[in-house]
């Protein structure tokens, strides 16, 4: 059994280190007040036995709860108060350096939480850990500096989540859609260079590279992208190649018929998208932005964005190529070929592309192998999203998310009467802790309602805390966003406060745990036909409280299905520390993403996506459903199947399958989730028992996008806990 001290590192749980501090405060009492050894001996072993049922790695100052709490139920009540002062007294010595020690514990690589914090960056490398260091300093002065206290405390105790805030004392913003059309057709800015209108396809994907990069050093969330975009520059390709092709043509005594010409001339222009699309694939992959990763970008594949039938042509010969190279995937340092992380990957599933006699429909099969062998694409359905994604013109909208699963609101340019989607951002996300709330009220309904409020209105102070660190911002803090056209073409030295009202830009109430809440107050599942109703409520209770504060703040709040990563774990332990182990509500290592069905809930997939759907349109801020399926490359009937089901019934949603390789054996498949000596979860090639993480090469889908390993041990066990939906 292993406990995380104050720096963050791991250490082997040793009962005589309780002991000796017992015996310690016991000293410096009166003989009177005095516990006996058997007492010592005793308190300890059973705070030992709470630590074993608590099956994680329990904090030092956890610890030290469950040794006052001991003391206490032995009646020292003495001994306890001087127990409980020098702790103080230690906290307050500590209190001064406890962020150089968390510093110089990431260095050496022993801080296990942030080591864990992020499972697409890797803590040894340097990059990596300077934006770590650069987090915690940051922590430390939005603590200490920029946020009320009683934020700070509700953050600390999971009560809320204040998401980012290694990045809130910089003026950054969240996720946003990159107006890319504007920047390739209009020109933009790259660290001070002048970048003109690309004169070809393979430019064109060049130049977007260099943007996603640049964007995802600006701001810390995810970004997305449309390949219509770059549709435009197939034709410009096209032409120039046309003229080539005529030249030679002319030059060898221009026997070449026509057709002749025109099918060379399609073979070079594939020739160059092929070449186009693997600079995105590689240069993503392979760029490292300031914050020490690969750029968090989503690729937008919508055939019902092109203007005209020959720009949705040389649309769908992109998307081809794009699903054609990631199911290859990308060669690992072992040069096997392996599931990347990025580009994020959405195919929106439309009248053209979803029947077997529609026109498109090959790249609809093409992406369901695509699927099931690299897990992306995500599918979006334009018709669920035009039912929901009305705007104040009576019209309904189909558009990528933010990154994984964060969408903005309808909105219509008061300028243009036009609808505006891209250029478009979030200010930034406070998650609320739903369990907290139903467990803080006891099942009481009428208490409930009452603490679910006053944790709103938390919230609420707090998103205004992340609204007001972005006014007064200039435009000088990050030109590629908001002079040169990624987000909008302001004057050097204005503020990008007009942004930041009136629907332009989007803040996110995210929230968690929806089945544990429901559970916790009516000792059912909200998939119960009798919970349904009450889960549904709250979700509505949500969307009256953001519709209230934009209302009185002219900022467009909306709910938002929070990708838990890191957090999963945090609110479980802050959970277990207020509540104790409440069977079915607190005995895991993890709380539920948003309102999905509890992952060890017998459903299938197509149950599972109908059931969900009615929650998605109660969470217009973002949310993602998945179903878990086992490898179904040699099943692409049934993957077909579920995206149809997609189509008619949910907004967006995901299969998430398996895609392993052991470097040490060559096994390709599932690597497992095993528990070492001391209880803690490894992963484990079950082919040659090879347990070094950096010599596998592991992907799963944990909150709506792919993560590569790094998890951490809430994570870790809701991955080993899912049930197949298929």
């Known amino acids: 059994m292993k406990i995380i001290k104050r720096n963050g590192s791991e250490a082997i749980f040793d009962i005589t280190k309780i002991i000796v501090a017992i015996h310690k405060a016991n000293n410096s009492v009166q003989e009177a007040d005095r516990l006996t050894a058997a007492q010592i001996h005793t308190a300890a072993a059973n705070v030992e036995e709470t630590c074993q049922r608590m099956n994680r790695a329990m904090s030092v100052e956890e610890i030290q709860d469950l040794v006052e709490d001991q003391i206490m139920a032995l009646g020292a009540f003495n001994l306890a108060r001087k127990y409980i002062t020098y702790r103080y007294i230690r906290a307050m010595v500590r209190q001064s350096n406890t962020t150089d020690e968390q510093i110089l514990a990431l260095i050496e690589c022993n801080n296990e939480e942030v080591k864990q914090e992020n499972s697409n960056k890797n803590p040894t490398v340097n990059s990596v850990q300077r934006d770590y260091m650069a987090g915690e300093v940051s922590k430390d002065i939005t603590r200490r500096v920029l946020l009320p206290q009683d934020v700070v405390e509700a953050h600390d105790s999971g009560i809320i989540h204040f998401h980012d805030a290694d990045y809130f004392a910089q003026h950054m913003h969240n996720c946003d859609l990159v107006n890319l059309e504007d920047m390739l057709q209009n020109g933009t800015v790259i660290s001070g260079t002048m970048i003109d209108k690309p004169h070809s396809f393979s430019t064109a994907c060049n130049i977007a590279t260099q943007i996603i990069a640049q964007v995802a050093s600006s701001q810390y969330g995810g970004q997305s992208i449309s390949l219509t975009h770059l549709a435009p520059f197939v034709q410009v390709s096209r032409e120039r190649i046309r003229k080539q092709v005529a030249a030679e043509a002319e030059n060898f005594g221009g026997f070449a018929s026509p057709e002749s010409i025109e099918r060379t001339v399609e073979d070079r222009l594939r020739e160059e998208i092929r070449r186009g699309v693997q600079t995105i694939q590689y240069q993503v992959v392979t760029l490292m932005t300031t914050n020490g990763q690969a750029p968090f970008i989503t690729v937008f594949m919508y055939l019902g964005e092109a203007r005209n039938e020959q720009e949705k042509k040389d649309l769908a010969l992109i998307i081809e190529e794009v699903l054609l190279q990631r199911i290859n995937g990308v060669k690992n340092e072992a040069g096997v070929w392996i599931t990347p992380a990025f580009p994020k990957l959405i195919y929106v599933l439309e009248e053209q592309n979803i029947h077997e006699d529609s026109p498109y429909y090959y790249l609809t099969r093409l992406s369901a192998k695509c699927t099931a062998k690299r897990m992306v694409p995500d599918y979006i359905s334009e018709k669920k999203m035009l039912e929901y994604k009305v705007d104040k013109n009576g019209e309904g909208h189909c558009y990528t998310c933010m990154g994984c699963r964060s969408f903005l609101t309808p909105y219509v340019d008061p300028e243009t009467g036009a609808p505006k989607y891209y250029g478009r951002f979030n200010q930034g996300v406070v998650t609320i802790n739903l369990p907290d709330v ?143 182990i409440v069977p079915g509500i607190t005995d895991k290592t993890y709380i539920t993403n948003s309102y999905h069905i509890h992952v060890t809930e017998d459903v299938d997939a197509f149950t599972k996506l109908s059931f969900e759907s009615q929650f998605q349109k109660l969470s217009p801020g973002g949310a993602i459903s998945y179903v878990e399926v086992p490898d179904m490359q040699n099943n692409l009937e049934a993957v077909l199947e579920v995206m149809k089901f997609i189509y008619d019934h949910i907004m967006y949603a995901e299969l998430n399958t398996k895609s392993d390789f052991c470097q040490c054996c060559g096994y390709n498949g599932e690597i497992l989730i095993v528990e070492d000596d001391d209880g803690k979860l490894i992963w484990e090639c079950p082919n040659c028992r090879n347990r070094d993480q950096s010599k596998m090469n592991v992907a799963r889908r944990t909150c709506g996008y792919i993560g590569t390993q790094y998890w951490n041990q809430g994570r870790t066990q809701e991955i080993k806990d899912r049930v197949l939906h298929l």
């Open 438 to 580: 139903a467990l803080s009220s006891g099942g009481d309904f009428d208490k409930f309602w009452k603490i679910f409020d006053e944790r709103l209105d938390l919230c609420y102070r707090a998103l205004m805390c992340r609204h007001n660190r972005l006014k007064g911002t200039l435009s000088d803090a990050a030109p590629i966003l908001w002079q040169y056209g990624a987000l909008a073409r302001l004057e050097k030295g204005e503020t990008i406060d007009k942004l930041l009202y009136g629907g332009y830009s989007t803040i996110s109430l995210g929230y968690a745990g929806l089945y544990e809440c429901v559970k916790a107050m009516t000792g059912k599942s909200h998939t119960d036909a009798s919970a349904t109703p009450f889960a549904l409520q709250i979700m509505q209770h949500m969307n009256d409280a953001c519709a209230k504060w934009k209302k009185k703040e002219n900022i467009d709040f909306s709910l938002y299905g929070t990708p838990l990563e890191s957090t999963t774990y945090k609110f479980a332990k802050c959970l277990q520390k207020r509540f104790g």
